[in-house]
């Protein structure tokens, strides 16, 4: 059986190359990049890749045409901060020859701070189904933290091994990533109804350093756990802030 891997991207130059090289392997591989200005697709290049430039409207949107331009049966999702094992490598061969299902998590082992993150939420950390046939499933249109539509009638099923993430490269990325998602959360929020505030930023970003640092054990994370909750804290206080902003419409003097 045949598989098709797609990896999205923007100005990704520090990780493409990684990303790249750890799916060699497959029969196809794309590249959607969202008109990259720092190297990313110059990198792409010189591997045996096909590069689709899409204008970012969303992760929802952006994935479901990355499946379109895939066109083997069997699909890997793979992002440009990831990396696929070896031993994840020769268990999809080994899945997509005799499946016992249509789509497939896939655990991922995070690495922050020079370290496997093993709590704070972000071990085994699987999010949308990363394996999976490519009439069998598809993606809502959320701008963020997108869900998935399973087409299959059978269960999902899960990889005993785990890929590997890089999700910060150094604590600016971590910056610059939440006031990009805090950004893009802001559409969800107001699809769910909900309004913004100082109050509602306050406790709803207390209520998610709580969680990740204390319910899902980041405080055994150490240094690097209390940063990921805190990291949590401003993500969700500043999307709340933003919603806020957006609804006030405030005008220049």
Known sequence: MRLSVYIIAFNEVDKIEDCIKSVLWADEIILVDSHSTDGTTEIAEKYNLQIKHVTFCGYGKLRNQAISFCKNEWILSIDSDERCTDQVEDEIKSLID????????????????????????????????????????????KPVHEGFINISKKPIGILKNSIWQVPFKNYSEMIHKANRYSSLGVEKLESKGLKGGILQAIL????????????KLGLLDGKAGFIIAFANFEGTYYRYLKLMEKNSKWKSP
């Open 204 to 215: 709803h970003g207390l209520w998610s350093f709580i969680k990740h640092y204390f319910f």
């Open 98 to 141: 005799n499946p016992l299902h249509d789509i497939y998590k896939i655990p991922r082992r995070n690495f922050f701070m020079g370290k496997w993150i093993k709590h704070s939420g972000w071990y085994p950390n699987y999010r949308q189904p990363q394996l999976f046939r490519k009439d069998c499933m598809r993606y809502d249109e």
